[in-house]
């Protein structure tokens, strides 16, 4: 059986205005599943992923686990330490604009703990590898596609190998055929072992790319069926 990366029973989420925004929720992840979260502007998909990754409190839960740490009392001081065992990859790609590719993964690394100068490296040229980005190391963020800023920040989120990647509105800032590619890049991601939970409104993608549905829909959030 496949290990339980995200368990969620009956959980209420609001947003930061008290608004209860799902009601609940029983949602799940394991080990190398790849996972859609669909539903219209406003609906809660972008807010469960934020419960996910510690950015909003959850009101309360029967169960409410990411990565065995209960979200429902984690303290503020440990959702740094779950956040570097995730991958968290956003629609505006959230690149630092001052640096080059090189230097915004360094900077990932060295905040996570990493030191050693030749295994940065090392690890920089292995992600950038995987996501079909070698040789552009040196390219300032402005100098780069949104389709190629995309595969840096899909980088980034590798960096520390993360059984799991949580991505908001990835292909919401790009063209169709940039969004394919970047769906197939999580996809292979997904296979390789790591589950891959998406946010989208991008019908187009689940036909192309099949996974695992959840529907965000008047307060509820409930698994599609094929």
Not at 92 to 118: C, I, M, P, Q
Not at 155 to 163: G, H, I, T, V
Not at 184 to 205: E, K
Request: a negative charge; aromatic letters at 8%.
């Amino acid at each position: 059986m496949e290990k339980t990366l995200i368990e969620y029973k009956n959980v209420n989420i609001s947003h930061y205005n008290d608004e209860t925004v799902l009601h609940n929720v029983d949602f799940k992840a394991g080990a190398g599943e790849f996972i859609y979260i669909i539903g219209k502007v406003g609906s809660g998909k972008s807010s469960l992923l934020r419960t996910v990754y510690g950015e909003l409190d959850i009101d309360s839960a029967y169960t409410a686990k990411v990565l065995g740490r209960d979200m429902t009392s984690i303290r503020r001081s440990e959702v740094q330490s779950l956040r570097r065992e995730l991958g968290i990859v956003f629609q505006d790609f959230k690149l630092l604009t001052d640096r080059n590719v090189h230097k915004n993964l360094e900077f990932v690394l060295r905040a996570t703990g990493w030191s050693d100068t030749y295994d940065i490296d090392k690890r920089i040229t292995e992600v950038l590898k995987s996501v079909g980005m070698t040789g552009y190391e040196n390219r300032m963020p402005h100098e780069l596609s949104g389709g190629e800023q995309q595969r840096i920040a899909i980088a980034r989120a590798l960096l520390n190998s993360p059984k799991l990647i949580l991505a908001d509105e990835p292909t919401g800032n790009l063209d169709p055929e940039t969004a394919e590619s970047i769906i197939g890049l999580f996809r292979d991601i997904s296979a390789a072992g790591t589950a891959v939970v998406i946010t989208t409104h991008n019908m187009t993608l689940l036909e192309k790319f099949p996974g695992i549905v959840y529907k965000c829909e008047e307060g509820k959030l409930s698994e599609k069926k094929n």
